[in-house]
C-alpha cells in the first residue's frame, strides 16, 4: 500500500484556481443576465456565428439609413415649406400686379421690392447648417440680395438696360420708350440674364445638381430643390422688372407692357413651384415608405438574432446566483486552508 502526500499548499493553490475559474464564469453569466446574450458568440454558435454576423451587419446598415433618413425628412419637410412661402410672395406679387392694371404705381414697385427680398430670405433658409436651394453645393449660400447696395445683379440689370437704349432710366430720353421696344428690351436682354449664363453668374451660387439620398438599401431619390429652377428664376425676374423699372422714367404704355410681362411670369412661376411642392412631397412619401419598410425588416432581424444568440434571462440569473454563492464558499475554504499549521497540530 502506498501513501501519497497532500500539501495545504497544494489544496490552496486548487482552491484558487477554482476560483478563478468561477470568477471568469461569473463575469460571463453576469454580461448575459443583463444583456440577455451570450457572452461570447463565436463560442455558444460555433458553424453559425457568419449568420449572427451577417444578420448583425445588416442591421447596423438598415438602422443606418433609418436614422439618415430623419435628417432627409426634415430637409424635406422644410423645402416643403419654403417652397410654400414661395407661392404665397409669387401670389402677393400676381395681386399687386393684377391691380395695377394698365397703370403702374409705387405700391405696385414696393410690392416687387417686397418679393424679391422675401424670395431671397427664403431661398437662402437653412436646415442643421445646410442651405436648401444650394444644390450640392449646401455650404454656399444660395441666392445674392438684389436690393442690396453694390448687388452685381442689380449692376448686370442697369448695364443692360444702359447697353440696349443707350441711356439710363432716369434719364429724360426714357420716357419716348414705347411698349414694343421696352418688351423688344425684356426678350433679347432681360430674359438671359434670368433664364441663361447671366443668372449663376450675377444671382445664384447653386448647383444645378440636386442631392440624391440612399433612402433603402436598394433605392435612392432626390432630396432636394436648387434655386436654379425655371419657376423660381421667372419669379426672380418678374420681381426684378417690378422693382428695377416701375419706379423709373420710362414712359406709361413701357411701364404697362413691364405689368404685363410680369403677370405673365409670375404665372408660369406659380405653376412651376406647384410642380416643385408635388415632386418634393412625393420624395417625402418615398422616404417615409422606405422607413417604414426598413423598419419591419429591422424588427425581423432582431427576433432572428435574438434566436441565434439569445439566453434564458431566469437561467442566467440562477448561473449568477449560483456562481456567487460558490465563489463565496471557496473564499472561506480558502481561508480555512491558510490557516491549517503543522505547528497549531503540534500544539
Same mark, same amino acid.
Given at each position: 500500500?502506498?501513501?501519497?502526500? !497532500?500539501?495545504?499548499?497544494?489544496?490552496?493553490?486548487?482552491?484558487?484556481?477554482?476560483?478563478?475559474?468561477?470568477?471568469?464564469?461569473?463575469?460571463?453569466?453576469?454580461?448575459?443576465?443583463?444583456?440577455?446574450? &451570450?457572452?461570447? &458568440?463565436?463560442?455558444?454558435?460555433?458553424? =453559425?456565428?457568419?449568420?449572427?454576423?451577417?444578420?448583425?451587419?445588416?442591421?447596423?446598415?438598415?438602422?443606418?439609413?433609418?436614422?439618415?433618413?430623419?435628417?432627409?425628412?426634415?430637409?424635406?419637410?422644410?423645402?416643403?415649406?419654403?417652397?410654400?412661402?414661395?407661392?404665397?410672395?409669387?401670389?402677393?406679387?400676381?395681386?399687386?400686379?393684377?391691380?395695377?392694371?394698365?397703370?403702374? @404705381?409705387?405700391?405696385?414697385?414696393?410690392?416687387?421690392?417686397?418679393?424679391?427680398?422675401?424670395?431671397?430670405?427664403?431661398?437662402?433658409?437653412? &436646415?442643421?447648417?445646410?442651405?436648401?436651394?444650394?444644390?450640392?453645393?449646401?455650404?454656399?449660400?444660395?441666392?445674392?440680395?438684389?436690393?442690396?447696395?453694390?448687388?452685381?445683379?442689380?449692376?448686370?440689370?442697369?448695364?443692360?438696360?444702359?447697353?440696349?437704349?443707350?441711356?439710363?432710366?432716369?434719364?429724360?430720353?426714357?420716357?419716348?420708350?414705347?411698349?414694343?421696344?421696352?418688351?423688344?428690351?425684356?426678350?433679347?436682354?432681360? &430674359?438671359?440674364?434670368?433664364?441663361?449664363?447671366?443668372?449663376?453668374?450675377?444671382?445664384?451660387?447653386?448647383?444645378?445638381?440636386?442631392?440624391?439620398? =440612399?433612402?433603402?438599401?436598394?433605392?435612392?431619390?432626390?432630396?432636394?430643390?436648387?434655386?436654379?429652377?425655371?419657376?423660381?428664376?421667372?419669379?426672380?425676374?418678374?420681381?426684378?422688372?417690378?422693382?428695377?423699372?416701375?419706379?423709373?422714367?420710362? @414712359?406709361?404704355?413701357?411701364?404697362?407692357?413691364?405689368?404685363?410681362?410680369?403677370?405673365?411670369? !409670375?404665372?408660369?412661376?406659380?405653376?412651376?413651384?406647384?410642380?416643385?411642392?408635388?415632386?418634393?412631397?412625393?420624395?417625402?412619401?418615398?422616404?417615409?415608405?422606405?422607413?417604414?419598410?426598413?423598419?419591419?425588416?429591422?424588427?425581423?432581424?432582431? =427576433?432572428?438574432?435574438?434566436?441565434?444568440?439569445?439566453?434564458?434571462?431566469?437561467?442566467?440569473?440562477? =448561473? !449568477?446566483?449560483?456562481?456567487?454563492?460558490?465563489?463565496?464558499?471557496?473564499?472561506?475554504?480558502?481561508?480555512?486552508?491558510?490557516?491549517?499549521?503543522?505547528?497549531?497540530?503540534?500544539?
Amino acid at each position: 500500500m502506498k501513501a501519497t502526500s !497532500v500539501s495545504s499548499a497544494a489544496l490552496s493553490n486548487a482552491a484558487r484556481y477554482q476560483q478563478m475559474r468561477m470568477q471568469t464564469e461569473l463575469v460571463k453569466a453576469t454580461k448575459e443576465s443583463t444583456t440577455g446574450i &451570450v457572452a461570447d &458568440v463565436g463560442l455558444a454558435l460555433g458553424a =453559425r456565428t457568419s449568420q449572427a454576423v451577417t444578420f448583425s451587419r445588416d442591421l447596423d446598415r438598415l438602422n443606418g439609413i433609418i436614422d439618415s433618413n430623419s435628417l432627409v425628412t426634415a430637409r424635406l419637410s422644410s423645402t416643403q415649406a419654403a417652397l410654400g412661402q414661395l407661392s404665397d410672395t409669387a401670389q402677393n406679387l400676381l395681386t399687386a400686379l393684377t391691380a395695377a392694371g394698365n397703370s403702374s @404705381s409705387t405700391i405696385t414697385q414696393q410690392a416687387g421690392k417686397a418679393a424679391v427680398q422675401q424670395m431671397t430670405s427664403i431661398l437662402n433658409a437653412s &436646415v442643421a447648417g445646410e442651405y436648401l436651394f444650394a444644390g450640392t453645393n449646401t455650404d454656399v449660400k444660395p441666392i445674392d440680395d438684389f436690393t442690396a447696395a453694390g448687388s452685381p445683379a442689380k449692376a448686370a440689370f442697369d448695364a443692360s438696360f444702359t447697353s440696349y437704349f443707350g441711356f439710363t432710366q432716369t434719364d429724360p430720353l426714357a420716357a419716348n420708350i414705347t411698349a414694343a421696344q421696352m418688351d423688344g428690351f425684356i426678350t433679347s436682354n432681360v &430674359v438671359p440674364q434670368f433664364m441663361g449664363a447671366g443668372w449663376q453668374a450675377n444671382w445664384s451660387n447653386a448647383t444645378d445638381q440636386q442631392i440624391v439620398s =440612399r433612402i433603402s438599401l436598394g433605392e435612392t431619390t432626390q432630396t432636394s430643390a436648387s434655386a436654379n429652377d425655371d419657376s423660381i428664376r421667372k419669379l426672380a425676374m418678374a420681381s426684378a422688372l417690378v422693382t428695377g423699372l416701375l419706379s423709373s422714367n420710362i @414712359s406709361q404704355a413701357a411701364k404697362t407692357a413691364i405689368v404685363g410681362r410680369a403677370q405673365a411670369m !409670375v404665372g408660369e412661376a406659380l405653376g412651376g413651384l406647384g410642380q416643385l411642392q408635388a415632386e418634393t412631397g412625393l420624395a417625402e412619401k418615398r422616404v417615409s415608405d422606405a422607413s417604414d419598410r426598413m423598419k419591419t425588416q429591422v424588427d425581423l432581424f432582431e =427576433r432572428h438574432i435574438l434566436d441565434l444568440e439569445g439566453v434564458d434571462p431566469a437561467e442566467a440569473a440562477t =448561473r !449568477v446566483a449560483d456562481l456567487t454563492q460558490h465563489i463565496e464558499t471557496s473564499f472561506a475554504l480558502t481561508a480555512r486552508l491558510q490557516q491549517m499549521s503543522l505547528l497549531n497540530y503540534l500544539t
